[in-house]
């Protein structure tokens, strides 16, 4: 299973449509991707809390720990990671819940811009030690239907790529 985590936590924004949109088509490939939505939920970071932590920090890790790969879509805000998506990273460090996990990174923004929020990501990954990859795939507002989500067929196409990517990044590799 492939958990997909916006970092945008307003319900029409572009990024959770393309999430939805890559669970759609990666589910024709018999891939599960499951969209989670309990970076809502977590609380502000406090690392006093790391011996007991709130049960909605439990299940955010867990759900981190348990996936085979982790697939992001996170707008730029104030050039750089918005503060209730960098609160969830935050929760991952003392469980390590990252830690050597394949992660795929949407870019979705126009040409031109994001790319101050993937130098933030790529810094505050790499301090997780995840596996990322940062994927490109630019949706317009004008890409979405009137209903707020993506059936544009060269998006799904290559959504679904960058799910088989990591799925097969997922993949343990045994020892010959």
Avoid at 15 to 36: F, H, K, M, P, Y
Wanted: charged residues 20%; glycine residues 8%.
């Amino acid at each position: 299973m492939i958990l997909a985590l916006s970092g945008s936590l307003n319900p029409a924004s572009i990024n959770r449509a393309v999430l939805r949109a890559a669970a759609s088509a990666a589910a024709r490939d018999g891939i599960l991707v499951t969209v989670d939505d309990s970076v809502r939920a977590l609380p502000h970071f406090d690392p006093a809390l790391e011996e007991a932590p709130p049960e909605p920090v439990l299940r955010f890790r867990a759900a981190c720990e348990s996936a085979a790969g982790v697939l992001l879509a996170v707008p730029e805000y104030a050039f750089g990671i918005p503060g209730a998506f960098k609160n969830a990273l935050d929760w991952t460090v003392g469980s390590g819940s990252l830690y050597r996990k394949p992660v795929a990174v949407l870019g979705v923004a126009p040409p031109g811009r994001g790319t101050h929020v993937r130098e933030a990501l790529r810094l505050v990954l790499t301090a997780l030690g995840a596996d990322d990859d940062y994927h490109w795939v630019p949706v317009a507002r004008s890409d979405l239907r009137q209903d707020g989500e993506v059936d544009e067929p060269r998006i799904l196409a290559e959504l679904a790529g960058v799910v088989r990517d990591l799925a097969l990044r997922a993949i343990p590799v045994s020892a010959a």
